[in-house]
């Protein structure tokens, strides 16, 4: 297998390929594959709702909460969102930490008026803004967090209070690495591609009460309602996405849940950021340090000719994905939860390696 490092689509555990592999052709001796299956018949819906339960354990059973499987990714959610709960005369409040947060922001301000309660675009975005002392609008609908930007490679290290202020979070590359007090969100969501199975599925977890606000003159598609009314079958769900999701949470929890991954994905991302802080200045890592992502770890040469080499040679090593993210340049290694231990160190010995010849 290779070195993947890709930042979404990105790898998944072995065991769980392996076993879709295992049941691709007849899955739970039926004759059919899961994706040949009528969506409403007993055991694509047994699937469905086993990855709804798995998911809500792992995050330790919250009252009150749904979950959704719903399609466009999470880039529609930015719409969505706002189509939602920027009801006339409130305002959505983003905080702004990067390229993601950006496009949330952008799709918001076509429904409704907007605020930036914080933001870190003057230190490029290498910093998650101090909220400490949050203002928000007497009539704000909703905050806006992007828990881990995948670009700039900072996440958040705790969240923001906001009273009574819903909190949303932009989860897509961070769900799951760490245990997380889910009680502080009222909605996070996920695009599934990184941390939680193939992309074509995005996850929704919210209190009830907020997804079942009536929305008017807003499409059927993109009214949450519909999904929680329907248990995410109105129409035709991404079957062999949510059956995948549900092997990569049972993936999860065979490996002992969120604070066995917390710590595994801990021991990965120091294992690069000390690399790199030990590299005497030859890797320059691109976060402040207090908030680096345990999930992208982004990173600068001396050059861009000396980065565009070491990609170069990373991939005659069998290490894929290690370019920046095309708006801002550098090298990222993404590091979601498949990605094992022994490729973290393969690839901190390559870039010591590196640094001997070029250096
Ligand atoms: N939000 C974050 C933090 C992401 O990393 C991405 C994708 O990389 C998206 C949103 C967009 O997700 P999708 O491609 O599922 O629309």
């Not at 959505?92 to 309660?117: C, N, P, Q, R």
């Not at 881990?148 to 923001?160: L, M």
């Not at 901190?348 to 640094?355: E, G, I, K, L, S």
Request: net charge negative; with cysteine.
């Amino acid at each position: 297998r290779a070195y993947n490092f890709n930042a979404g689509p990105a790898a998944l555990p072995l065991k769980v390929l392996e076993r879709a592999q295992a049941e691709f052709v007849d899955f739970r001796e039926t004759g059919m594959s899961i994706m040949e299956m009528s969506h409403r018949g007993a055991v694509y819906e047994s699937v469905h709702n086993e990855a709804q339960e798995r998911l809500l354990r792992l995050l330790g059973n919250p009252e009150g909460y749904k979950v959704l499987f719903l399609q466009g990714g999470a880039s529609t959610q930015f719409a969505m969102i706002p189509m939602n709960f920027l009801k006339q005369g409130t305002v959505g409040s983003y905080v702004m930490t990067g390229s993601w947060a950006d496009k949330a922001l952008k799709e918001a301000k076509l429904f409704g008026e907007t605020h930036i309660a914080a933001s870190s675009k003057e230190d490029q975005y290498m910093k998650i803004p101090d909220l400490d002392h949050l203002e928000l609008p007497e009539h704000t609908a909703y905050l806006h967090i992007t828990s881990n930007e995948t670009i700039e490679g900072v996440q958040y290290q705790k969240y923001p209070e906001t009273g009574r202020v819903p909190l949303i979070a932009d989860m897509s590359s961070d769900i799951l690495c760490r245990p997380v007090d889910i009680g502080r969100f009222d909605m996070i969501y996920a695009g599934a591609q990184k941390n939680l199975g193939p992309s074509g599925v995005t996850v929704v977890i919210a209190k009830e009460e907020l997804l079942a606000g009536q929305a008017e003159n807003i499409p059927t598609m993109l009214r949450y309602s519909t999904f929680l009314k329907n248990n995410s079958l109105y129409n035709t769900p991404p079957s062999f996405s949510v059956y995948m999701v549900n092997e990569v949470l049972r993936w999860i929890e065979e490996e002992g849940g969120l604070n066995a991954l917390g710590q595994m994905n801990g021991d990965k991302a120091s294992l690069l950021y000390d690399r790199i802080d030990q590299s005497g200045g030859f890797y320059r890592g691109c976060a402040e340090p207090k908030d680096r992502s345990l999930m992208n770890v982004t990173f600068r040469l001396a050059s861009e000719e000396l980065e565009k080499l070491f990609v170069k040679e990373s991939e005659k090593e069998g290490f894929v994905g290690l370019k920046g993210h095309r708006s801002v340049g550098g090298l990222r290694a993404s590091i979601y939860n498949a990605v094992p231990y022994e490729s973290c160190k393969a690839l901190a010995d390559f870039m010591d390696t590196f640094q001997k010849q070029h250096g």
